[in-house]
């Protein structure tokens, strides 16, 4: 048991993800990215493309370590481990992928593909491997009877997610980490998804950083939401706050530009500078947002605001948030 | 009634397949009247893209369409044309603009050169003149820097950049109809934001109809006239956009507005998923396409293909449709 545990059963902190460029230069996909996820809740994590959302999910599966930081998983330090001690705690964090079909092996049967963390980490027989998958499958609703012999080409993309799943968990993992896991579903498929993760999350007593690029996805799935910008976290809140009253210029742009499936409610106006994402090569001073923000000052160029509370349950990194307008 | 750009009877499109004829569009009529928006939403495989297609003419050679089938457009019949007739009308009178702006723009040429080709071959304008209409069209679609992009080649855009290109090309010849199939889903929902805007603008300012497909009932809501909802490559409801939404008839149309997650709605709200999924269009169900999943299906729903009926403005096809409850 260390400090952390009282407050983060997931802890991130000052995490840093830089790719090398072959100019000599790099990408600065994660910077000093810091955030906790108590035990059960779910995190969901949003932003624009190219945002650093899915670099940072990565770093947390340590594919590939970050570059600076920490994660700290129930009290172990996963940047710290390698080799063996590694793969032994990777059995407790597990991931999902956006593409559902490509993430699954297509010479493979399912038995196989769903087995295979089993394998990896010598639990059972075979035979008890056989029972552990068949319950799995079930699990996610997909008929182990008629699925086990199959191959992923057999499946439509959403039971392909269902499978993804069932592999996902069949180690038992503490820690789910969905990266735009229902991004390639159809909403009606989607759904269903998305409520099975919900149902597995409350059986099993899963964590989970949900990673999504759709607001009212990430709504749904989760407990509190954190809101990335060119690598940087904005803000983060529960779910309910964020999206009632979000104070980061930013998360007001991005939730103003979702469409509402509702032809009665009121046209937004966008908030933003028009323009483009800054490079991650060569990001602007201080706040990555000040070049598209309209309450940008002198002092948002100097230098990058600390993440601070601005309320009970929200952490907000701005010089100008809008506390004036609740 | 207005004035009518397009004027599409019984289009169907088939495809032979190894596994058999998929039949991806599947008996579609509809009219377009000049300055309005028709958004076609479906799920993936709905046959939504394969409609647009079929109108362009620009299918491939394995694809089937009878005899029977019309495409009208400005009066006169695509389908009776040759294809040297056909690529004259691509660019004044119909144009389309696709998902991927990476695949859609020649990754070789520079984006001036793909729009001057565009003026000359169509307007006759000569090189100077082109490259000068070029960039105008570029500053008209809210490209920074028009004088200094037009000489840039794809790759050097961003994404949502590459989609205001491939608008300017399509506005070029200023066309009566424009098909705007999925341009703002590769795209984030601030650049979608901008994007759709300045397509509503372009159809307003030149008084031009559009029909955007879209997979997305937000899109549809906030930007379009009249909806046609499709499913298995059926239309199955068409209406105003208020209508559809709040008098909807057809079960498919309100088991997919139902499952969508809703930014208003509090968060962990289970969502109403529909069971199932849509239907293999190489082998459908003899019946209504959505009977299967539908819970308001009886033996009548397997028997019969039901026919869109309703009235011209509000149509469905279904043989209980909601709203249709005897009174208490």
Known sequence: MTAHTADGFLSLENLTVEYPLQSGRKVHAVTDFTARVRRGETLGLVGESGCGKSSAARAVMQLPRPTGGKVTLDGQDLTGLRGKALQQARRRFQMIFQDPIASLNPRMTIRDIVAAPLEIAGIGTKADRHVRVAEMLEMVGINADQAMERRPHEFSGGQCQRISIARALILQPDLLVCDEAVSALDVSVQAQVLNLLERLKTELGLTMLFISHDLAVVKHVSDRVAVMYLGRLCEVADAETIYRNPVHPYTRTLLSAVPEPDPDAPPRQVAVIPGELPSPVNPPSGCPFRTRCPRASEICAQQMPDLAPIAPGQMVACHHPHIDTP | ?328
């Not at chain 2, 037009?150 to 790759?155: A, E, M």
């Not at chain 2, 705007?180 to 509503?200: F, G, K, R």
């Not at chain 2, 139902?258 to 709200?269: E, G, V």
């Open chain 2, 1 to 328: 009634m207005g004035d009518i750009i397009l004027d599409v009877r019984n289009q169907k499109t088939a495809f032979v397949t190894a596994r058999g004829m998929a039949q991806a569009v599947d008996g579609v009529s509809f009219t377009l009247e000049r300055g309005r928006t028709l958004g076609v939403v479906g799920e993936s495989g709905s046959g939504k893209s394969v409609l647009s297609r079929s109108i362009m003419r620009l299918l491939p050679s394995n694809a089937l369409v009878p005899a029977d089938s019309r495409v009208i457009l400005n009066g006169r019949d695509l389908t009776r044309m040759t294809e040297t007739e056909l690529r004259r009308l691509r660019g004044p009178e119909v144009a389309i603009i696709f998902q991927d702006p990476m695949t859609s723009l020649n990754p070789v040429l520079t984006i001036g050169r793909q729009i001057t080709e565009v003026l000359t071959f169509h307007m006759g304008l000569k090189r100077r003149a082109a490259r000068d209409r070029a960039i105008e069209l570029l500053r008209a679609v809210g490209l920074p820097q028009p004088d200094v992009r037009v000489d840039q080649y794809p790759h050097q855009l961003s994404g949502g950049m590459r989609q205001r290109v491939a608008i300017a090309i399509a506005i070029a010849c200023e066309p009566d109809l424009l098909i705007a199939d999925e341009p703002t889903t590769a795209l984030d929902v601030t650049v979608q934001a901008e994007i759709l805007d300045l397509l509503q603008r372009m159809v307003r300012d030149r008084n031009m109809a559009m029909i955007l497909i879209t997979h997305d009932m937000g899109v549809v809501a906030g930007r379009c006239d009249d909806v046609a909802v499709m499913y298995a490559g059926r239309i199955v409801e068409k209406a105003p956009v208020r209508d559809l939404f709040h008098h909807t008839r057809m079960p498919y149309t309100a088991a997919l507005l139902a499952s969508i997650p809703k930014i208003t709605d509090p968060p962990h709200r289970k969502l109403d998923a529909i069971e199932g999924r849509p239907p293999d269009i190489i082998n459908p169900p003899p019946g209504c396409p959505f009977a299967p999943r539908c819970l308001r299906a009886d033996a009548g729903c397997d028997a019969e293909k039901p026919v869109l009926a309703g009235t011209s403005r509000h149509q469905w096809a279904c043989l209980n449709p909601l709203g249709e409850e005897a009174p208490a």
